[in-house]
């Protein structure tokens, strides 16, 4: 007999033996029910590729439809619209962001027409249609709150009438989901829901989004006076409470991975829908690191959506989802 025997009545090991028993122990699963998809629209015809986000496109009017069709078939329950927009349609009241047939809206429209049976997230920021690259408007170099917070309301208005199911504020702006709730359901909209992007950080991870939505070149300083300081855990349940007592129906960590913790005490604190975004600077560092052979691309893609589901995630935004979700399907 092993002198070890005494120890070893406990062998952890024995339960990861072989592939069955370890599915039948696990703790967490990832389904395709926890992706959505975040896409690129414009305006030019066809596709064009986002340089600093390999793999990731932006969808003209004749290719859209199609390439939600391929997440309708795949299972995924929702998309999130981000607009790509002409550099002579951003100004410094942000007016685009609310005309009824912008790329948001238009998108929202003729996917309607075809898919009923994905939901469809529209983006309630004015960072794609400002001059000054804020997520607010901005005089003498200060992002206003309340002004910003009326764009916002229109904004979000005219996304629900173009048929989104949620809008889904981005900006930071206090005071913004009650606003927003206020006017849709004033509107008689008050099933549209609002996933509130609740704790989202002043962070350096956001970089290739900025390319792809074409705002990288207009920023004028930083974020830091309305996004949260990435020192801060404590202010983010603050920030989480406030929404949820506006009336958000599910809320946001942004970005994700670097962020575990604070979705982790999110979830165990308020036990509500909590969504995280695995942001592009994220996803581009998993396609960076593959391409150089530094890393496995599919391990580490499955692995960092576990770490989500892990921390207490109901649904995660993320560029992998239809390689997740084909994944996921073969299994």
């Not at 592939?19 to 990832?30: D, K, Q």
Request: hydrophobic share 40%.
């Amino acid at each position: 007999m092993s002198s070890l025997s005494p120890f070893l009545v406990h062998r952890p090991r024995r339960n990861r033996t072989d592939s069955w028993t370890r599915r039948l122990v696990a703790e967490n699963r990832l389904g395709t029910d926890d992706l959505i998809w975040p896409l690129f629209v414009q305006d030019e015809m066809g596709t064009s590729d986002v340089a600093s986000m390999p793999g990731v496109k932006r969808y003209g009017p004749d290719t859209l439809v199609d390439a939600v069709g391929e997440a309708v078939e795949l299972g995924i329950p929702a998309v999130a619209i981000f607009p790509y927009n002409r550099d002579d349609s951003k100004t410094a009241d942000c007016r685009e962001a609310f005309n009824p047939d912008n790329l948001i809206c238009s998108a929202a429209r003729a996917i309607r027409k075809h898919h009923r049976e994905i939901g469809l997230i529209g983006d309630v920021a004015l960072d794609p249609y400002n001059s000054a690259g804020h997520d607010g408007i901005v005089r003498d170099g200060i992002i206003l709150n309340d002004e910003t917070v009326e764009v916002l309301c229109k904004q979000a208005l005219a996304q629900v009438e173009a048929g989104c199911d949620f809008v889904g504020p981005s900006d930071m702006m206090d005071g913004r989901i009650g606003a927003i709730r206020t006017t849709l359901d004033e509107a008689g909209h008050e099933y549209a829901k609002i996933m509130a992007y609740s704790a989202k950080y002043a962070s350096a991870f956001y970089g290739p989004f900025r390319d792809a939505v074409g705002a990288a070149g207009f920023l004028k300083g930083d974020k830091k006076s309305y996004q949260m300081d990435p020192a801060n855990s404590d202010e983010a349940l603050r920030m989480i409470e406030g929404d949820l007592e506006q009336g958000a129906d599910m809320v946001m960590v942004k970005p994700g991975m670097p962020y575990l913790d604070i979705i982790q005490r999110v979830k165990e604190t308020f036990r509500v829908p909590t969504m995280a975004y695995q942001v592009s600077g994220e996803f581009a560092m998993i396609k960076a690191a593959s391409q150089n052979g530094w890393i496995d691309h599919d391990n580490a893609m499955m692995e960092s959506l576990m770490a989500f589901k892990r921390a207490g995630t109901d649904g995660v935004l993320t560029y992998f989802a239809k390689d997740v979700a084909r994944r996921l399907k073969q299994g």
